[in-house]
């Protein structure tokens, strides 16, 4: 697997987040003024951007290994059938 492939998927992704995150801060006003509601735009913007990091590199990951499965099927199928015909060679070269 290409690690960095995966970690630039990542980065990208968690970028966008940190984006959304932003934007939702702006957005959705707190009707609240409690200093626990003071830095909500920090906050989204941390939960999005690793929420992005998490998705982009699971993507990325599940899609590597996807094409490394459909890679190894094709060979491996490739395989059985050259295998097939060289038995059924043999078998009527016997008769």
């Known amino acids: 697997m290409n690690q960095r492939k995966i970690w630039f998927a990542g980065i990208v992704t968690a ?3 940190t984006g959304i995150g932003l934007v939702l801060a702006r957005i ?3 009707p609240y003024s409690s200093k626990h509601y ?3 735009e920090r906050t989204y913007m941390i939960i999005c951007g690793t929420g992005g990091l998490i998705v982009g590199t699971t993507q990325e990951a599940l899609r590597q290994l996807q094409e490394e499965r459909d890679r190894s099927g094709k ?3 490739a395989n059985q059938d050259q295998h097939t015909r060289s038995q ?3 078998s009527t ?3």
Do not use: E, P
């Open 15 to 17: 970028a966008l987040g």
């Open 28 to 30: 959705v006003d707190s």
């Open 38 to 40: 003071q830095n909500l």
């Open 75 to 77: 060979s491996d199928k």
């Open 88 to 90: 059924s060679s043999n």
């Open 93 to 95: 070269t016997n008769w």
